[in-house]
């Protein structure tokens, strides 16, 4: 009994001091401090907070006030489209005063964060950017494997599911239009979408690089990727040959239906 006196004197000063111990590292207890900070990161989940500490850390030197205050989640919201069009480009943070582009990871969680819904969660882990065995995907997709639907039939369900959904509908859907809306066959024949000859065509001018800023579409301040060479490539081949409803179709004339300018404001 005289025997362990000594050794129940210790624990209990050992137990005392465990917190000063923990904080000088003498324990064998994990703490934050011993993570890699890679690693904090990763397995940080992407919301406003944690955007504010990597993302945006850089826009709160001089965006802080006005009409952009990065310190404010509804005002960062508000202007998702020019701050993502500016970190997209490498305009902001700004090189010129001494500042870095943004890494590629933070790049792909600032752009998953605002694009997704308050319900929606995701770890920087899960992104695949964020990953140093995985590069950032490119915003336009230009492996040929995955376009090899692009040599097949010249319709307009091929043009539907591969170009419109993905490109057209977030914004021209019934349900979010005013006034173009582009879901159907006859939506886009009555718009005056298939004239020739094809220098002639809104459609396809609109679509493509040479497009004024403003008129682009999807609008270059979206987050949506713009139209590949193969699929401008495939827009126009269906067009020149009378924009076929199906493959088996026969070349129509669709010179009666005059584009509207309106109608695409």
């Known amino acids: 009994m005289k025997n362990s006196l ?3 004197a210790v624990a209990i000063i050992l137990s005392g001091c465990s917190y ?3 904080q000088l590292g003498l324990t064998d207890k994990p703490s934050n401090r011993e993570l890699d900070p890679l690693q904090q990161k990763l397995s940080s989940e992407i919301n406003f907070k ?5 993302a945006l850390k850089t826009c709160a030197d001089c965006h802080t006030s006005g009409s ?8 960062v919201i508000q202007n998702k489209l020019d701050i993502w069009r500016a970190v997209e480009t490498d305009s902001m943070p700004p090189k010129s005063k001494g500042y870095k582009s943004l890494s ?3 790049k792909a969680a600032l752009q998953w964060w605002l694009n997704a819904t308050a319900s929606d969660r995701k770890l920087y882990k899960e992104i695949a950017a964020c990953s140093p065995k995985q590069p950032l995907p490119s915003p336009s997709p230009q492996n040929p494997a ?12 091929t043009f539907k599911e591969k170009i419109v959904e993905p490109k057209c509908l977030k914004c021209h859907s019934s349900e979010k239009a ?6 159907t066959y006859l939506d886009f024949k009555f718009k005056g979408l298939f004239i020739l000859p094809i220098e002639q065509n809104a459609l396809y001018f609109l679509v493509s690089p040479g497009a004024e800023d403003k008129k682009m579409m999807p609008p270059r301040t979206s987050t949506i990727a713009p139209l590949t060479e193969k699929e ?3 827009l126009k081949r269906w067009l020149e040959v009378g924009a076929p409803e199906t493959a088996d179709q026969t070349t129509q004339d669709f010179t009666e239906f005059k584009f509207r300018g309106d109608d695409h404001e």
């Open 6 to 8: 000594p050794i129940l």
């Open 20 to 22: 000063a111990l923990d």
């Open 104 to 106: 590629n990871c933070d």
């Open 68 to 75: 952009l205050n990065v310190n404010s989640e509804s005002s």
């Open 146 to 157: 995955d376009e090899t639907w692009t040599d097949g039939p010249l319709n307009f369900a």
């Open 178 to 183: 005013k006034e173009t809306v582009l879901e």
């Open 50 to 54: 944690t955007l504010r500490g990597g």
């Open 232 to 234: 401008l490539s495939y």
